[in-house]
């Protein structure tokens, strides 16, 4: 399974846009790129998914690099709400069921 | 309905004691999914059933049982844990042949005494 690599933690301040970077260099050509959010002993929650092309819903944006090895998360205008722990996910499907791998996620603390 | 329900939401077991942990779904979902959490650590995959077949068992110990009744209901069965096994129990569903995202419930909190 590909594994992706984010970091730690990052800050931001409220009404700022948050960029959460993720590097997945080993995805193969027909996985997807998922993005759920943990708010703290929460279910973790879904946010986007993108294959290769960017992604917009009504949370967040999702940019992956034409080569496919990194993609970017953007939180257009952070709030207090926003603060959770954001995992970057490569989806494996095995033909009946998703595969989930979470890697180690990164903290955002978004502050006033 | 877009929620996954699970009960309890505490559990405190011994270690020669047997519980069982329920999830529930009414989206019309047929894979649903167990994941383990430990403190301070992403969620771990343990079981995976598409129309109410076992698919993955990511080599999760015999004391975990699941089972999958009917297409809303998904048990995990729980005998002779160790201390170890405390955790986040994580139930999710998600449409079984589309490209669709996972449906998480609140979980389970486990502890084993």
């Known amino acids: 399974d590909a594994k992706t690599t984010q970091p730690t933690s990052m800050d931001c301040a409220e009404g700022r846009a948050a960029n959460l970077p993720c590097n997945h260099s080993?995805?193969?050509?027909?996985?997807?790129v998922y993005w759920y959010r943990q708010i703290h002993s929460q279910g973790p929650q879904y946010i986007i998914h993108?294959?290769?092309n960017n992604e917009t819903n009504e949370m967040a944006s999702l940019i992956i690099t034409e080569d496919r090895k990194s993609s970017t998360l953007i939180l257009p205008h952070a709030t207090l709400r926003d603060t959770a722990v954001y995992y970057c996910?490569?989806?494996?499907?095995?033909?009946?069921?998703?595969?989930?791998?979470f890697g180690t996620g990164t903290r955002l603390q978004v502050t006033l | 309905d877009t929620e996954v329900t699970q009960t309890p939401k505490h559990l405190v077991m011994g270690m020669t004691n047997k519980k069982s942990l329920k999830c529930e779904q009414h989206?019309?979902?047929?894979?649903m999914y167990w994941y383990k959490q430990k403190a301070k650590k992403p969620p771990e995959l343990m079981f995976v059933?598409?129309?109410?077949?076992?698919?993955i068992n990511e080599s999760v110990p015999s004391r975990f049982s699941p089972e999958c009744p009917n297409s809303s209901l998904l048990n995990l069965h729980l005998h002779a844990l160790q201390p170890e096994d405390s955790a986040l129990y994580l139930c999710?569903?998600?449409?079984?042949?589309?490209?669709?995202?996972?449906?998480f419930g609140p979980g389970t909190r486990l502890t084993v005494l």
């Open positions: 996910i490569v989806r494996v499907y095995t033909g009946t069921a998703s595969k989930l791998t």
């Open positions: 080993t995805i193969s050509g027909n996985e997807y």
């Open positions: 059933y598409s129309y109410e077949k076992l698919s």
């Open positions: 989206m019309g979902h047929r894979a």
């Open positions: 993108g294959l290769k």
């Open positions: 999710a569903s998600s449409q079984a042949h589309f490209n669709n995202e996972q449906f």
